[in-house]
Every structure is written in C-alpha cells, then in structure tokens.
C-alpha cells in the first residue's frame, strides 16, 4: 500500500493522468510473460511453494519470543521426564504427541508441524537407542541443510521473475513502438497516446520489479530464515540433552542459540520452565 500511495499518489499530485495509466495490453504482455517464465522454468511443486510462500510473507512471524518461550519450555519438560524415568518414557510422547499430555499442553508448537516434526523425529533415534550423539547431531545438521534447500527454491524462482521484469517491460514498450511506427502520418494526439502507453510498459516492468516481487522474495527469505534459526536453537538443545547435559543445561544451549532480538533472559527462562 506504501508503494502503491507513494508512486501513483506523487503521479497525480504532479498533474499527471490516472487513465493514462490503465493501460490493459501492457498488463498482458508483461505478467503473461511473467508466468510463462516461471511455469517453464519452475517445477510444478516448487510453484506451488511460490504462491505459499507469498502468502506467508504477509503473516506474522510466528517465531516470536512468546513462541521460543513455550518451546523452551515444552523441551524442558520432555528433557526432565527423560532425565528422572528413562529415555524410554518419552517413547509415547514422540509417536503421538497429538495424544501426549507434554505436547497438548502447548498447543502453539503442537499446531506447528515443522517443530513438532523436527523435535520427535531428533529423539526419537536417541530413545530407539545404538545411535551415538556425533551421528544424530550429523543427521539433524543434513536435515536442517536439505530443508534450507527445499525453501530455498521458490525465493530462487521468484527472484529471478524479478529480475526479468524490467527485461519484460521494455519487450511491451518496444511492441507500442511499433504499433506507434504504424500510426506515423496520423494525427498527434493518436501518436502521443500511442507513445504513453508503450512508455507504461517499461514503467510497469520496473515497478513490478523493485516495488512488489523483488521485496516480496526478501520477505520469503526472512520468514524462512526466521523458521531456520528457530530449527537451529531448538536443534542445540537436543543434541546437547542426547549428549548428556542436564535439563536446565540443555536449556541454556537452547537460549544461547535464539537470535538476539528474540532471546529471553535467563531469568524469563527459568521463571517459566522450573517456576510454573
């Protein structure tokens, strides 16, 4: 709405004409182009991904600090059962935690299936047992880099749509050109109209590209990243009750690791894992 306001709002407050503006042809040209691009280019699933992702690029963040807050203390609670009765006593609670009393207790990470996904599949190999802790946290990090693949695919896709925006705009301009050229002998406002609208298609082209997809793959790339440091902080606390490490230790492993606008105090972490 900013670029929006901003662009045609400064258009119009110089005297310029919204209608001019409208110009369908050029809309054709360049987004139909811009689709082709990206279905020739991009596998059907990965497309797909593409219009989740923009969709996801207008939500919240949901890794907030209220959210590593119950993560923090979903963990502690399934790390201390783990401690006082035995591995195996987390065996239910990792194949069903929609059944599992932990889990349900904190229905923002339950609803969540990328945590919940990641954090069951982690332990579950420390309580099957035979798998030391160097190859489980091995196995998590080849995990952790396939899924920043997999996200990085559609920001990929849609960046290079950007790219080829203002490419397209000139390729409509050029087209009014030559309708223009066609029209040589007529009368000047017909030249003149014919001159704007293949000027809007460049106009088009590059504000397609720098005020709309382009920020909109960055943004795709922030809540992906947000999601991977979630991933990665929650990662270092289960590696490091696998290793061994005592609950509140694993914890603060957990804590080190949130990004720092996110982090709770140590405080805020044990007032609301070992206090409530």
């Known amino acids: 709405m900013i670029v929006i306001v901003a662009v045609f709002g400064g258009y119009w407050l110089e005297n310029g004409d919204l209608d001019v503006l409208l110009q369908p042809a050029e809309f054709v040209i360049i987004w139909g182009a811009a689709l082709g691009s990206l279905v020739v280019a991009t596998p059907l699933p990965v497309i797909r991904r593409v219009f989740s992702g923009v969709g996801k690029a207008f939500r919240a963040d949901p890794y907030n600090k209220a959210f590593y807050l119950a993560t923090l203390k979903l963990l ?25 009393d932990i889990f349900r207790s904190h229905k923002t990470v339950l609803a969540n299936s990328w945590a919940i996904g990641f954090i069951c599949d982690t332990l579950r190999f420390a309580v099957t047992g035979g798998v030391p802790a160097a190859d489980i946290d091995q196995m998590v990090e080849t995990d952790l880099d396939v899924q920043a693949e997999h996200n990085r695919q559609p920001v990929h896709s849609l960046t ?16 009014g050109i030559v309708i223009t050229m066609g029209s040589l002998g007529g009368p000047p406002e017909e030249l003149g109209e014919k ?15 720098y005020g709309f997809v382009s920020p909109l793959a960055e943004a795709m790339n922030a809540a992906d990243e947000s999601e991977a440091a979630y991933l990665r902080a929650v990662k270092e606390g ?8 005592p609950p509140v230790v ?4 957990t804590r080190r ?16 894992c070992l206090k409530s």
Do not use: N, W, Y
């Open 195 to 209: 001159v704007a609208a293949a000027l809007v298609g460049t106009f088009l082209g590059v504000l397609t590209c």
């Open 76 to 100: 502690f609670q399934l790390f201390h059962k783990g401690r006082m009765q035995g591995l195996v006593s987390l065996d239910s609670h990792v194949e069903r935690p929609g059944q599992s």
């Open 160 to 175: 290079t749509i950007a790219d080829a925006l203002p490419g397209l705009g000139i390729v409509a301009a050029v087209m």
């Open 250 to 253: 694993a914890m603060e492993f």
């Open 238 to 245: 289960l590696i490091a009750f696998i290793k061994g490490h």
């Open 257 to 272: 690791a949130v990004p720092h606008d996110l982090r709770p105090t140590f405080s805020e972490m044990e007032r609301r």
